[in-house]
């Protein structure tokens, strides 16, 4: 697991976001490049250990991007590291969980998983990756293939994925305008 403090090693890694997402849509757009099949989870579920288990089992080499706050204006400028780590099968779960949790130095709430709002994690491969959005209070995970998401879906549980229609109605705010892109994006 590895802390990103490096710009040449923050640009390799924002170079490999803008080849699976298209960050250039806003969600509900299909950000997802490569992805074809989606499942949905609770923001929150990317702290669990069942999600860190489930994603690396078929992720390998993958990487935490913070979208929001802004890696480069916010974070690096204040804390002098990005809000963006690699971890791979190898890395235990406290070591990702102490990672999300770490306190800046100069900023007692500004841990990552206190503060993001929006993220991406993916397989440097892109077999499976992710979309979060506090807002919306969800995960999208994104799948190259139905066998990897069989493979997520059997490890994680299935009594805690959303389909589409049960994201619709569990997730999303109930004011939410875009439920129909969703649908025609991810359904």
């Known amino acids: 697991m590895k802390h990103v403090f490096d710009k040449l090693m923050y640009e390799?890694?924002?170079g490999e976001v803008n080849n699976i997402f298209?960050?250039?849509?806003?969600?509900?757009?299909?950000?997802?490049?490569k992805a074809q099949h989606f499942i949905f989870l609770e923001f929150d579920a990317f702290c669990l250990e069942k999600f860190y288990k489930s994603f690396v089992s078929i992720a390998g080499s993958s990487?935490?991007?913070?979208?929001?706050?802004?890696?480069?204006?916010?974070?690096?400028?204040h804390f002098k590291k990005y809000n963006v780590f690699t971890f791979s099968e190898i890395d235990s779960f406290s070591d990702y969980i102490t990672l999300l949790h770490m306190q800046p130095e100069k900023g007692a709430a500004d841990a990552i998983a206190d503060v993001v709002n929006c993220m991406v994690i993916s397989s440097t491969k892109s077999i499976i990756s992710v979309y979060g959005n506090r807002d919306l209070g969800c995960l999208i995970v994104g799948f190259m293939d139905q066998n990897s998401m069989k493979k997520f879906i059997a490890q994680y549980g299935e009594n805690h994925i959303f389909s589409i229609s049960d994201a619709i109605k569990g997730l999303f705010p109930s004011n939410y305008h875009y439920l129909d892109t969703v649908k025609l994006n991810y359904g």
Do not use: A, H, R, S
């Not at 298209?22 to 490049?33: A, H, R, S």
């Not at 935490?64 to 916010?74: A, G, K, R, S």
């Open 22 to 33: 298209n960050l250039n849509v806003e969600f509900p757009g299909q950000i997802f490049e």
């Open 63 to 77: 990487f935490f991007f913070t979208l929001d706050p802004n890696p480069e204006n916010y974070y690096y400028y």
């Open 12 to 14: 390799d890694i924002k």
